[in-house]
T-cell receptor, first 115, second 117 residues
């Protein structure tokens, strides 16, 4: 089945440690995205990538880093510089090219708790 | 900058009844796309319905329909014959095109819908 996988579902880290969240898709989508969701805040864009080896900052990129070495993978690293890292993180992908209202497909998310 | 406003943090509906969720947005663009996403307790985001701004006809998907008022920048979601499985957070989203081919979704803060048996 095609889809997006995120692992792990729950992640716990100590303050000051970097942590990497995994996102893999087998939809052959070109574009991939990372969102952060906080209670009462909706989703906010952290980073996005249109093609391999290229990515751009979203609205709240500070304290995060990404890489896109393979089309199907877009890992997100939450660094110790992120002041409030505890949140729910969602990865998404889209076909990315052409017109039409291409939707973004979302993974199941990772709940990160930093203490 | 585009903003999306959902003015109803919580709503409830009796099973089998109809409910309308409100969404307004701000944009200077003339061509854009709007979406409603559903997030059940599993937290998986699921696309409910989409609307192209250049289409005057309101989109429908089975029990879900929208009332798209472009001049008023309003995009409400109507759920007919509500079912227990409709209970979820509903997010309105505006699509903003980024570099050629990719785009960003700007989300509202969501409306939590409860369905009463």
């Amino acid at each position: 089945d095609g889809g997006i996988t995120q692992s792990p579902k729950y992640l716990f880290r100590k303050e000051g440690q970097n942590v990497t969240l995994s996102c893999e898709q087998n939809l052959n989508h070109d574009a991939m995205y990372w969102y952060r969701q906080d209670p009462g805040q909706g989703l906010r864009l952290i980073y996005y990538s249109q093609i391999v080896n290229d990515f751009q900052k979203g609205d709240i990129a500070e304290g995060y880093s990404v890489s896109r070495e393979k089309k199907e993978s877009f890992p997100l690293t939450v660094t110790s510089a992120q002041k409030n890292p505890t949140a729910f993180y969602l990865c998404a992908s889209s076909i990315g090219f052409g017109g039409s209202a291409y939707e973004q497909y979302f993974g199941p998310g990772t709940r990160l708790t930093v203490t | 900058a585009q903003t999306v406003t959902q003015s109803q943090p919580e709503m409830s509906v009796q099973e089998a009844e109809t409910v309308t969720l409100s969404c307004t947005y701000d944009t200077s663009e003339s061509d854009y796309y709007l979406f409603w996403y559903k997030q059940p307790p599993s937290r998986q985001m699921i696309l409910v319905i989409r609307q192209e701004a250049y289409k005057q006809q309101n989109a429908t998907e089975n029990r879900f329909s929208v009332n798209f008022q472009k001049a008023a920048k309003s995009f409400s979601l109507k759920i007919s014959d509500s079912q227990l499985g409709d209970a979820a957070m509903y997010f309105c989203a505006y699509r903003r095109d980024l570099r050629a081919g990719s785009y960003q979704l700007t989300f509202g803060k969501g409306t939590k819908l409860s369905v009463i048996p």
